[in-house]
């Protein structure tokens, strides 16, 4: 049964849910807003981040495979809105759980999650994780070396270490010019709720080099925590706890991107239809199983069939990753779970979830159309780093000029810093996407010349 941390001995517990669920929104802190529709300011949160720019582009930027042909298959910006839905459902489980409970706001947890999924990705660079790691390498084994005695430890690891994690916290926090203050201007809860890693990325562990918060706002996650009363880890005074909710918006995201992209590889025909059948009836018990094949002998369309036992599979999900949250609550309000919700689940599931990832690794991930991406991707974004970042540093050039004058002025090129020079093209880079970004390079190598 869940723990009732509203009213358990706070010295025993580190957290309560009702300092963790708030309206109070970064830099509005002192603004009372007068309600204009029946909207909660959850859902407000999610309104807010489904009709912005930067979510909008998520759908000209690759999850896994290259952006679609004939074939449509998943982008950043179906991911996110998948991993939205599949957060408000777990939400909405563990809210239901606490239903006798008298906590202000708690039946609010789905709209809180859904609005965080929405967010995750949105600070990923063009080209997912090889965009992220041409700009880490830039730094690490490129040109960008020259930097390094330029700066200082923590702004050095926030540029080798470079992630989409803290980047969209960044994004959705930062005052960019002629914008207002506290960025999206969303709730402290919806915002602690993407920070998967509460740290610094000098405090990042050396095998993931994840981090959740650039130097230049941590003051943010900082002024966030405190309010809400999430500590620092009992033996790492260097890192918070995460906020209770982060586990449901990873465990939506675990659950989306390894149930989809065996989807995605079966319409792409990298998987066959029989191969992509066995890595979902393993989640199964024999008389679920018998009941799901009963349905699937009925249709003769066979992408129906595989989108049927997809929903299937994440509905066991949902269902299993809410209870382990569940099981688990009070580990995770003093803080001291570890791991994620998808390996806390039923042995069975587990084992179909580790099975379908490495088949993934194997057959997908490893696929030559999503290593061609990968390896195009990685050049785009090295070179653009290259142009821009010299430009940045050397503004009296010529050449530099004429590339500066293509970064909208929101981004601020002319800080005092060369920290903050540098974090204005990794704010207007990153904000990319995949064609722009390809559209750029051609320009900028001469490969492309427009009217010519």
């Known amino acids: 049964m869940p723990i009732d941390t509203a009213f358990v001995n706070q010295n025993d517990l580190f957290m309560n849910w009702r300092q963790l669920l708030t309206p109070i929104r970064l830099g509005q802190e002192n603004f009372h807003d007068r309600k204009r529709d029946n909207r909660n300011q959850f859902q407000r949160d999610y309104d807010r981040l489904i009709f912005s720019a930067p979510f909008r582009r998520l759908q000209n930027k690759t999850q896994v495979f ?39 706001l708690l039946d609010e947890i789905g709209a809180i999650v859904s609005a965080a999924c929405l967010a995750h990705d949105m600070g990923n660079p063009p080209f997912g994780h090889s965009g992220e790691e041409a700009i880490a390498t830039y730094f690490s084994e490129g040109k960008g070396r020259e930097l390094k005695d330029k700066l200082n430890e923590n ?21 960019f010019k002629g914008r207002r203050p506290g960025g999206f201007v969303l709730t402290y809860s919806t915002l602690a709720s993407i920070v998967k890693y509460p740290y610094a990325s000098i405090h990042a562990d050396e095998r993931k080099l994840k981090f959740g918060f650039f130097t230049s706002d941590q003051a943010d996650y900082i002024k966030i925590a405190n ?34 992209d065996i ?21 199964f018990e024999e008389d679920r199983l018998k009941s799901i094949q009963e349905t699937i002998a009925i249709v003769s369309d066979v992408n129906e069939q595989i989108a049927y036992l997809r929903s299937s599979v994440i509905g066991q999900l949902i269902k299993e990753c809410s209870q382990a949250f569940i099981d688990n609550e009070a580990l995770i309000m003093k803080g001291d779970f570890e791991g994620s919700l998808i390996k806390n689940i039923s042995p069975k599931s587990a084992e179909a979830y580790k099975h379908c990832s490495v088949e ?20 785009i974004i090295y070179t653009l780093m290259e142009h821009f970042v ?7 050039k010529s050449y530099s000029k004429q590339l500066l004058n293509r970064i909208p002025e929101q981004y601020e090129i002319n800080s005092p810093t060369i920290y903050g ?32």
């Open 66 to 104: 290259p952006l679609p042909g004939s074939v449509f298959v998943h982008n950043r910006l179906t991911h996110s809105l998948e991993v939205a839905s599949v957060g408000r459902s777990l939400g909405m489980n563990v809210a239901e759980a606490h239903r006798d409970k008298k906590i202000p």
């Open 155 to 175: 702004e050095w690891t926030d540029f080798t270490r470079f992630d989409g994690n803290a980047n969209a916290f960044r994004l959705l926090t930062h005052q």
């Open 227 to 260: 309010e809400m009363g999430i500590p620092k880890q009992k033996n790492n005074p260097n890192r918070y706890v995460r906020h209770p909710l982060v586990y449901l918006v990873e465990a939506a995201d675990d659950i989306c991107y390894q149930v989809m």
């Open 263 to 283: 989807e995605d590889a079966h319409k792409l025909k990298i998987l066959t239809t029989n191969e992509t059948k066995e890595l979902y009836y393993q989640f």
């Open 360 to 379: 993934a690794v194997k057959k997908i991930y490893r696929s030559q159309e999503v290593l061609d991406v990968e390896l195009a991707g990685y050049r």
């Open 390 to 396: 010299n430009a940045v540093l050397h503004p009296e």
């Open 421 to 452: 020079k540098v974090q204005a093209v990794l704010d207007y880079i990153s904000g990319m996407t995949d064609v722009y970004a390809l559209d750029l390079y051609k320009k900028i190598t001469g490969i492309s010349v427009a009217n010519i």
